[in-house]
């Protein structure tokens, strides 16, 4: 498999706005639009940093996989995303060496991105994204 950059760094946030004042008020990135990914009760803000970006994350639901991530560990860094060349060849790959898969087919993410997300049991405690663009 070949992973071609990191991709974007997700970030859970209670509000997208207030996080705003840091990212982009204080430190000028530019909001890229939000979108709600009703599957994953969840909106997303993409601030492109160079060739990679910051991704805000704010729960649309009280039951969404953010808002229980912030309950349990507060905001903070939530995953890591790398863009691969070939998503499909790349879980294949990951299922052989026994890594414990979330998704063991693609799906789709905000931006058109097909994603899929590793079990942080198999990455020293870091949830993994996957994602081909
Ligand atoms: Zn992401």
């Not at 992973?3 to 890229?32: K, M, Y």
């Not at 910051?54 to 649309?60: A, F, G, P, W």
Request: charged content about 25%; aromatic content about 6%; overall charge negative.
């Amino acid at each position: 498999m070949k992973i071609l950059q990191i991709d974007h760094l997700g970030i859970a946030v209670n509000s997208i706005e207030e996080g705003q004042r840091f990212w982009t008020d204080v430190l000028g990135l530019p909001c890229e639009g939000a979108e709600t990914v009703a599957s994953q009760k969840v909106t997303t803000a993409f601030f492109p940093v160079g060739e990679s970006e910051v991704e805000l994350l704010e729960s649309t639901a009280p039951d969404g996989p953010v808002a229980k991530y912030i309950e349990k560990r507060g905001e903070g860094i939530q995953h890591i995303a790398f863009r691969v060349e070939n998503i499909e060849e790349a879980l294949a790959e990951l299922k052989a060496k026994g890594v414990r898969l979330i998704d063991e087919t693609p799906r789709m993410g905000a931006g058109g991105a097909r994603i899929a997300f590793l079990h942080p049991k198999s990455t020293s405690g870091v949830l993994v994204e996957l994602c081909q663009r």
